[in-house]
């Protein structure tokens, strides 16, 4: 079992409210991700639940008892933070087992529990180091390793890749992906990189000033995005913007084209992906504009265009694409990827 569910949370420090009336379940099993930008609450939130920070208002089920008042000792939850927190005395098998042997667990079970451990993350020829030995992503897999020696009902984990450079980063991300299905246990995850949540989360948990944008599936966040913020934060480089007025059935855009509005609210802000932007003549598509940087990556190209709107617009095309800078291009946006939000910042459906 491992069900996690929280009813109107709230976290308040003196007059500052910093997580506002938080309603969501977590099943058994499933891999939540928070994200957010800095200050949004989220590792707040997941201390809340780790019951390290205390819960001001509302309650907290694991497996449906309430342990609200419970001490983390009491909630059968492991955490790992991004600081590794290895004793440098003591060995990769030692420093896993050490909780273990204060809790006062026979050494028989201990090297026991150590030993699936280090055979899960690759750890058995480790297990005789010191943590100077070993590169940052060993450091982590050990981190881990003591939480799973524990037999926690669910991983809380606090943006445990931070530290790392950007191969161990992609390294450690398929580490974590595999362990979760060779575990099945629930994992709660917080990050501020929304590659991460993209490729490990079967839901993402989108915060924004304390509260929820938006909880879904990672493709549902990147093609239906409930708002403005939630479809400029999830998707890297993140969806162009651009004003728009609506007259009738037709869209509007400023100092461009437009086309068919089929919604059912007056947009005041069109949203269009990078990678459904196709370059045409200038005269033939949306909108036209200069290209000011190219971006080579190899597989993709990222081109900036200057089309007279407040911010440049970003188009994917592939790496094998000709162009250069300073060019003169027209935009054509995909008629079926076209994203629409209103004054408030709120999507406005199809009819």
Wanted: aromatic share 8%; glycine share 12%; charged share 25%.
């Amino acid at each position: 079992m491992g069900s996690i569910e929280l009813n109107s949370v709230e976290k308040w420090f003196g007059e500052v409210q910093v997580i506002k009336g938080i309603d969501l379940k977590i099943e058994e099993g499933e891999f939540v991700v928070f994200v957010g930008p800095s200050g949004c609450g989220k590792s707040t939130l997941l201390r809340m639940i780790g019951g390290l920070e205390d819960i001001s208002r509302g309650s907290l089920l694991i497996n449906g008892d309430d342990v609200t008042d419970n001490p983390p000792s009491k909630r059968g939850l492991t955490m790992v933070f991004q600081s590794y927190a290895l004793y440098p005395h003591l060995t990769v098998a030692e420093n896993m087992g050490f909780s273990l042997k204060v809790a006062g667990v026979s050494k028989g079970e201990i090297a026991e529990r150590v030993g699936k451990a280090a055979e899960v993350l690759k750890l058995e020829p480790y297990l005789e180091r010191k943590p100077k030995d070993l590169s940052g992503g060993q450091r982590q897999r050990v981190a881990i390793g003591r939480s799973i020696v524990r037999d926690p009902t669910a991983f809380l984990f606090d943006e445990p890749l931070s530290n790392l450079d950007a191969a161990l980063r992609v390294e450690m991300r398929y580490e974590i992906a595999k362990l979760h299905q060779s575990l099945n246990r629930t994992m709660i995850y917080v990050t501020h990189d929304q590659v991460e949540a993209m490729t490990l989360a079967d839901r993402i948990v989108v915060l924004e000033f304390g509260k929820i944008a938006q909880v879904g599936t990672p493709r549902e966040l990147y093609e239906r995005p409930a708002n403005l913020f939630v479809a400029q934060f999830i998707g890297s480089p993140k969806m162009n913007v651009i004003p728009c007025t609506v007259s009738g059935d037709q869209f509007q855009l400023e100092n461009g084209g437009g086309g068919p509005f089929d919604r059912t609210g007056t947009a005041t802000m069109l949203g269009i992906r990078p990678e459904h932007i196709s370059v045409v003549e200038p005269g033939s598509g949306h909108s036209d504009g200069k290209v000011e940087v190219v971006e080579y990556l190899g597989a993709d190209m990222f081109v900036i265009v200057d089309c007279g709107f407040e911010e440049k617009v970003t188009v994917r095309l592939g790496g094998d694409t000709q162009i250069k800078a300073g060019a003169q291009i027209g935009l054509y946006f995909a008629p079926e990827k076209l994203q629409f939000f209103d004054a408030a910042g709120q999507t406005i459906s199809p009819r």
